[in-house]
């Protein structure tokens, strides 16, 4: 689990919300790095700090015509396939709370849902020693109370009720099931009334932890090797605590970052992100190294 973000990278997707955005960012958050770009110098050199596989460096480098070197780090590993077709210098498994790079060495420092996943009081310090005087920083970060974090807080509740309620009366099921006991009935009343309990709370979250397809995918293929099933299942509802977890932990890390960026020699400007559809998706921070 250690690993979460490298094996999600190695899957080849694009930006950090799955099949939910398969092709890179566009909207409030394209349009937020097109302004971003359009104020640095055309030779500027620019590094994403969590890059992911490369989706910042992919819309900054389209956004305009310019010369800029890109640099970009992430502690996961990072997908060669992908980020060999970018421009600029990728580096796999670096910490953004300690940067392999000279001080004053960059015109622009960015990062999007990123830098709040580390320790922001080492990886801001980290940021803006390698920045330049007069350099630019512009950070995307996830909140606690955002359009994006909210409903995965609601599936997060969801998948933990599942793990503490479901899951030993589903492995009951499947013992039922294999031994051909009549208990099989009573089990499921026992499932179908905590699945009723839990789409009374919120069926949407509830749908996003998986069960209910799992379930009826039980019930429906009872001569298959059901526990290696329920070990895959599981093992899906234990990756997905842990990001949501870390998620939920990213966008608490958020509440500290005006008071990290307070303490450095560099203008701050926070603003709060609403797409067109009134979305709240996160806040940009941005200045300039005094
Ligand atoms: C939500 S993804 C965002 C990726 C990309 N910036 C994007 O917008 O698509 C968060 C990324 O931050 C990276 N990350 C988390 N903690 C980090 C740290 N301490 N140092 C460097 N990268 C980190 C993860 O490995 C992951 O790739």
Redo the contacts with the bound molecule.
């Keep these: 689990m250690e690993d979460y ?1 490298s094996e999600y ?1 190695s899957q080849g997707y694009i ?2 919300f799955g099949q939910d955005i398969k092709a890179n960012y566009s909207g409030k958050l394209k349009e937020s790095w097109n302004k971003f770009s359009s104020l640095l110098d055309e030779n500027a050199s620019i590094l994403d ?4 596989n490369g ?2 460096i992919d819309l900054i480098n389209t956004s305009r015509r310019h010369n800029f070197k890109f640099f970009a ?4 590993n990072l997908k060669k396939e992908i980020i060999k077709n970018l421009p600029g210098t990728f580096l796999s498994n ?4 300690k940067l392999p790079f000279n001080d004053e060495n960059f015109n622009a420092v960015i ?4 830098i709040e ?2 320790d922001l009081k080492s ?1 801001i310090t980290e940021c803006f020693r390698v920045l330049k005087k007069g350099g630019r920083y512009q950070f995307i970060c996830h909140e606690e109370n955002s359009d994006i974090v909210q409903p995965n807080m609601d599936i997060l509740a969801s998948a933990q009720r599942v793990k503490s309620d479901f899951i030993t009366e589903l492995k009951q099921l499947i013992i039922n099931i294999k031994e051909g006991d009549e208990k099989i009935n009573n089990q499921k009343a026992i499932i179908y009334k905590l699945i009723t309990k839990e789409n009374s709370i919120n069926p949407h979250a509830f749908n996003a932890t998986l069960f209910i397809s799992f379930y009826n995918f039980v019930l429906k293929n009872r001569n298959i090797d059901l526990d290696t099933a329920f070990s895959l299942f599981n093992k899906e509802l234990e990756g997905l605590i842990f990001r949501l977890s870390d998620l939920e932990k990213a966008a608490n890390n958020s509440n500290e970052l005006p008071s990290c960026l307070e303490k450095h020699n560099v203008s701050v400007k926070i603003e709060k992100l609403i797409d067109k559809d009134n979305q709240y998706i996160g806040t940009l921070y941005e200045g300039i190294k005094i």
């Excluded at 780090?73 to 996961?76: L, T």
């Excluded at 990062?111 to 990123?114: E, I, N």
Aim: glycine share 8%; proline share 0%; hydrophobic share 45%.
């Design positions: 973000w990278w930006t950090s700090v969590g890059t992911g989706a910042l780090v992430d502690q996961a670096v910490n953004a709370e990062s999007q849902f990123a996943y580390s990886s």
